[in-house]
């Protein structure tokens, strides 16, 4: 039996990675049925918003969905589709591992670390971004409310510490501000503690987050699964990106209670849109996430394996993962990909 799956290709770059990724995913043989649906900038016109209804009821009808980079304005337009998805699914956890990928030979950005291996799951629906925000003096003082309960604290650490036991993960550290927040920090805290009180197999422990970024840059093999409220998971999930490399090879996704949408973190880079040039690795490894979460863990295991063994090769890889950018060897995004397809 097929599974049917939620694809929304994205704006900019993201039609030529969700190919990538798609045409990586069939050749595991793993029988998947592509419900395409279209959002982004471009349905605007037609439907007065990026993201129109039918397109979160094929995600909730498959319970699965895959979806390339969307484009957000900055500072004005329409709200991110992205948060509009978790808010609407309640996806409440944000997962980002972020693990080093050998390689032959040092590619800047890519080599900082030997042995990074963490996983990053940030609270999807409160904190800062709920968006509560409005003007106190027009062009002199803004405001913005930030929202911490119980209820999701103590779910996304939760959802933290299943997933440290069932992948074998040694470690939860919870991260705040508490010592100066010390009503909604306090909060997501205290809700860490007690939860982490059901979980005697796993070990806890709490920084804060700004330590916390200067220890991961110093030793990150000192953590293993973080869980972080949503403004510092943002901020600290991008940080462990570039400890192993950057945006362009980090896979994501976001989670509720038996539903999930898959994404690679990056952005939709539109001055690259249609040149066949842009590094495929952040959606394939996304679509390998897909994989495990549909229980095809050892398709999802090939996937991971090929990607890092083609990139550790470095002959069939796009600029970015060349040792100079201006290298001539470099090949396209749909070149890299065949060449992992090879690698299955």
Known sequence: MAYTVTLIPGDGIGPEVSTAMRRVIEATGVPIEWDVQQAGESVIAEYGTPLPDHVLDSI??????????????????????????????????????????????????????????????????????????????????????????????????????????????????????????????????????????????????????????????????????????????????????????????????????????????HGSAPKYTGQNKVNPTAMIRSGALMLRFLGEVEAAERVERAVTQVIAEGKYVTYDLKPTRDDPTAVGTQEMAEAIIAAL
Request: contains cysteine.
């Open 60 to 265: 909730r009808r498959n319970r699965v969905g895959i979806k390339g980079p969307i484009t957000t304005p900055v500072g004005k337009g329409f709200r991110s589709v992205n948060v509009s998805l978790r808010k609407a699914l309640d996806l409440y956890a944000n997962l980002r591992p972020a693990k080093t990928i050998p390689t032959r030979q040092p590619i800047p950005g890519l080599s900082r670390y030997d042995d990074v291996d963490l996983i990053i799951v940030r609270e999807n629906t409160e904190g800062l971004y709920v968006g509560i925000e409005h003007d106190v003096i027009p062009d002199e003082a803004a405001e913005a409310i930030r929202i911490i309960t119980r209820r999701a604290s103590e779910r996304v650490v939760r959802f933290a510490f299943e997933y440290a036991r069932q992948n074998g993960r040694r470690l939860v550290t919870a991260v705040h501000k508490a010592n100066i927040l010390k009503l909604t920090d306090g909060l997501f805290l205290r809700s860490a503690q007690r939860v982490a009180e059901e979980y005697p197999d796993i070990a806890f422990n709490d920084r804060i987050v700004d330590n916390l970024c200067m220890q991961l840059v110093q030793r990150p093999q000192e953590y293993d699964v973080l869980v972080l409220p949503n403004l510092f998971g943002d901020i600290v999930s991008d940080l462990c990106s570039g400890l192993v490399g950057g945006l362009g090879v980090t896979p994501g996704a976001n989670m509720g209670d038996g539903i999930a949408v898959f994404e690679p973190v």
